[in-house]
């Protein structure tokens, strides 16, 4: 399989559960290949909760896959999100396309409930060892620092098997734990240049390790804008970014202008490694959304998906 375009959203811009299901209604039939949802378990801004949206869009899409970008996998219980993740691949005949990443260690979850983002890494690493073997093990027993499992099963289990076990974040850490633990790595907000390196230190570490990961199992994340650099959903993203330490320049990501513009941002992700992406696209309002959408259905997929995806390495 070559090139495929998803579609998320950055936050919620619908008033009402029925406009978020006519966005949804088209994506489906104009052959967007998936759609993602962001993990935001606390926020003053709008986030469908993650999971629940996924199991929602199961029973009312027949075609569309549908991912998280990405599940921060140390806030929840992996018994719990095992059972979550299998009974929605189940409901929707094999379309979970699940990414997990470990969370930043300054989201505003850790204070809220009183956690300690410490150590992280290392829970998530077990949390991640559990899913993948309750998905496909009769029984699970399990002795770590942080989860204690005997005998553990669960059923039904996913359609898919395996069950992707997609991994995100940039870090030496989320590289092993992406070459040990992962079947694909979706990048986030960061540029092609960033991007490349990493893909090829897991495909280093793969090698390590002995095992090896789809080359078309390598995905990027896209902010894009049919428009200007000065259009005002283009500049809240910039200057929300622009406050981040070590953040990259948003040129270096962001795919503004026509659709020769954003299909050349997409290509060079290709070049860098990647072949599924996630677009987001930077609208003001339900109705802008609803034509950012169109217009990269119409002008951008049908040569996006024509690309032919990176060479296995």
């Known amino acids: 399989m070559g090139v495929r375009l998803g579609l998320g959203l950055a936050t919620l811009p619908f008033d009402d559960g029925a406009a978020f299901w006519r966005w949804v209604r088209l994506c489906e039939e104009g052959g967007v290949d998936s759609l993602w949802q962001t993990d935001r378990l606390v926020t003053r801004e709008g986030y469908l909760e993650a999971m629940s949206t996924m199991a929602a869009l199961a029973g009312a899409t027949e ?6 970008n990405a599940v921060t996998v140390t806030l929840r219980d992996p018994l719990v999100l095992a059972r979550q993740c299998a009974t929605i691949d189940f409901l929707s005949g094999g379309r979970l396309l699940p990414v997990f990443g470990i969370g930043a260690a300054f989201a505003p979850e850790w204070a809220a409930t009183g956690r300690d983002p410490k150590g992280r ?5 077990e949390a991640l060892e559990l899913l993948s073997r309750l998905w496909s093990e009769e029984r699970v027993t399990f002795e770590g620092r942080h989860f204690t499992y005997r005998d553990a099963t669960i059923s039904p289990r996913p359609v898919q098997q395996p069950l992707p076990l997609w991994i995100g974040g940039h870090s030496k850490a989320a590289i092993r734990r992406t070459a040990r633990l992962g079947t694909g790595w979706l990048a986030g907000l960061a540029s092609p240049d960033r991007v490349a390196p990493v893909i090829r230190a897991i495909r280093t570490e793969l090698e390590t390790v002995g095992r ?4 078309d199992h390598y995905g990027a994340t896209i902010p894009f804008r049919f428009g200007s650099w000065d259009d005002s959903a283009v500049q809240r993203l910039a200057g929300a970014r622009a406050t981040q330490k070590d953040a990259p320049d948003p040129r270096a990501f962001l795919a ?11 290509r060079e992700y290709v070049a860098a490694g990647c072949s599924k992406f996630v677009m987001l696209p930077l609208a003001s309002g339900a109705a802008d959304v609803f034509e950012q959408t169109r217009q990269l259905i119409a002008e951008v997929m049908p040569e996006a998906n024509a690309l032919p995806g990176p060479p296995a390495a």
Do not use: P, T, Y
């Not at 075609?63 to 998280?68: H, N």
């Not at 503004?256 to 997409?266: K, N, S």
């Open 256 to 266: 503004v202008g026509d659709a020769a513009a954003v299909l050349e941002r997409v």
């Open 121 to 125: 890494g290392e829970r998530a690493n």
């Open 212 to 215: 090896s990961i789809d080359a």
């Open 63 to 68: 075609r569309i896959k549908f991912g998280m």
